[in-house]
Structures are given as structure tokens and as C-alpha cells.
């Protein structure tokens, strides 16, 4: 089989991933850490655009890369309006969707700008995977207690559904036949339902469920219109502080949960309940998504970069592996899931989806 050479390119809000695959190989990668001060400068993440091209081109010249080699290239895709999971390729109601930022504001939606703008420049295929508005909840999940608003699917869909294939695979089954609760546990935090091979609820620490390292998740809502209505923060402010500055952040000043975690060793009593509180409430989200699956759970799957901490893990375990086996994948598989999602549709695997504004 061909090897297509493939470029993946995942934005977070302060870093720009990149890796080069040669066919499901990953010959190449590398996290370009931004100034937060230069990034600051950018009225919005979409106007980064040229300022992470750049990075990405510098990068890749560093260690001998040129975009010349490239077949495909393929990146995270952002808030859009909700969709079906899959691969999509670029287009001009998908770059205004992100730039309007209809469905919302993320690191990622500045993704498809860079990898258009390559394939334009190379004439290669360009494509987003599994964005992170991949909609697949019932109508029943979407009701949210107050007409005029409705709940939402945001989650880390790229890593999730890696995922569950991979946990699927170890045990020798297809997704299809499996049902699993997976929380993907990183800077945000999302937990899904995931009901054989269909995420049919999801709750999302930008909007509601758990806290995270930097996101509040949901509030008791009569004091969060006080705060709304305090004059103490305009709506952005407050915005950053639900989403960039909320959480654990919040509490103790630190996003990095390898340093609560060593607090908590040497006797510092707020982060130890602070780390407790988001451990408790990740595995009461996991104990609602268990509810949602009628208590029918195969694997509860616990990934991102949290995971990697086997303290945290056997803290969550021990409060939800009475509903099912806990497997970890720690950290998270997007640029793989971006590679092979690549391969799949470069060798006709699959089919490639078009945008068209909510399907
Ligand atoms: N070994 C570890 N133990 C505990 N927490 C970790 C560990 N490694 C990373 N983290 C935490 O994981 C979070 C970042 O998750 P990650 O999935 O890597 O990134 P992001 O969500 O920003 O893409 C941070 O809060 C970081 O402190
Ligand atoms: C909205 C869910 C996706 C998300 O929060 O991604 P990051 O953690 O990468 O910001």
C-alpha cells in the first residue's frame, strides 16, 4: 500500500502540535511552544493564522522538513456546527463558520485556516477530523431544564474515538458491539457516553460537568448571574475566567496537575481537597453517563494527560470500577487519530464528508 507522507497540525491555546506521518508511521513531531505575550496580541485565534504558519514552517525547516514532500495535509477541527463524526474536507462555508465562530471560540478553529492555506499553496488535500462539535446525542440528552436553551456536544471527539478503537482492539472486539464511558482528562475535561460506537451524551468542562485544571465546568447558577451582573468583569473577562482561568486554576493558581499532586504529598491541605474535588466529580459525571447506558458499561476508559498519573487514576477508579473495568490510555492519540484518518480516506477506506453547515 502507498505511503501518502502526511502532515498533522493541532492547535491548543498556547502550543501548536505537528507531525509528519509516513503513512501510519510518525517520523517527525513536535510541540512549538508560542509566546503567550505574541499570541496575546491577536485580537482572536483565527487571526494567529499567519504568526502559526510561520512557527510551522520554521519548525519543520529546523529539522529538514520542507512542505514539499507533503501529500496530504490534515488538522483538529474546531467548533463548528454540530456534525457527524468523520473526515471533512475544507471549505468556504467551513473557514466562514469558524471564523464568524457560530458555534464558539477554541484554539482549534484556527486548524483549517492553516492546513487550507497549505493544501492551496501545495495543491494537496486538506481535511479536519472529527471536530470538536461531532454531534451524535439523542434528543432527550439535548434538553436542558429551561426552554431556549439547549445542552451541546463539545468534547475532545478526535482523542475519544481513538480510543475506544484502541481499547476495542486490545480485547479483540469492534466498537460497534461495545458500550463505554471515556474521559478524556486534560487541560479541559470531557466525559461521554459512548453506546456501541455512538456518543450519544456527552458533558463538557467548558460548559457543565467536572471542573478541570482550567475550566470551572457547571456552577450553581444563581450566584454565577450575580457575577454576571456585578460590574466586576466584562463579558470576556468573564468568559477567560470560566475557561482559561477557572478550575483548579482558580483555587491553588496552577493549571499543571503534577504540581497539586506534589503539594498534596508534602501537607498542603487545600490542594489536596481541591484535587480530591475534581477527582470526585469526574467519577460522579462517569456514575450520570453510567445511568445514560442503563448500567450496560463494558470499559470506562480514563485518557489525557491526567491519566498519566496513577494516583489520580486509582482515585477515580476506586469510585466508579464498581460499574466496570477502568482502563487507561494516558495522554492523548489526536495526531495518530489525524494520520490515520488521513490513510483511511487517501486510500478510499473512507469516505471523505463535505460541510455543509450541520448535517
Ligand atoms: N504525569 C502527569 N500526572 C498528572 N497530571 C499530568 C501529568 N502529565 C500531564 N498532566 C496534566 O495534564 C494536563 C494537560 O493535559 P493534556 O491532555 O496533556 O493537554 P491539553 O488538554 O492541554 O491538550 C495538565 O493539567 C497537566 O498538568
Ligand atoms: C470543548 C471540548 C474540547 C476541548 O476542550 O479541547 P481542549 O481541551 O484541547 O481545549
Known sequence: MEKFRILAINPGSTSTKISIFHGEEEVFTENIVHDYEELKKFKNVIEQEGYRYEAILNALAARGYSLDEIDVVVARGGILRPVKAGTYRINDLMLEDLKDAVAGEHASNVAAFIAHRIGAEKGIPAYIVDPVSVDEMEDVARISGLDGIERKSLSHALNIRRVIYKVSEKFGKDPGELNFIVAHLG???????????????????????????????????????????????????????????????????????????????????????????????????????????????DFIILTGGIAKSDYISECIADRVKFIAPVERVPGEEEMKALAEAACRVMTGREKVLDYGGGE
Do not use: W
Open 187 to 297: 487541560g479541559g475535561i470531557s466525559i461521554g457516553a459512548i453506546r456501541r460506537g455512538q456518543m450519544v451524551d456527552v458533558e463538557s468542562a467548558n460548559c457543565e460537568g467536572p471542573f478541570s485544571p482550567e475550566r470551572s465546568g457547571g456552577l450553581p447558577i444563581l450566584e454565577l448571574i450575580d457575577l454576571c451582573f456585578s460590574g466586576r468583569f466584562t463579558k470576556d473577562e468573564l468568559k477567560r475566567r470560566l475557561i482559561q482561568e477557572g478550575g483548579v486554576y482558580s483555587y491553588l493558581g496552577t493549571k499543571d496537575i503534577r504540581e497539586v499532586e506534589e503539594r498534596t504529598r508534602s501537607g498542603d491541605k487545600k490542594a489536596a481537597l481541591i484535587l480530591e474535588a475534581m477527582v470526585y466529580q469526574i467519577a460522579k459525571c462517569i456514575g450520570q453517563m453510567a445511568t445514560v447506558l442503563k448500567g450496560d458499561v
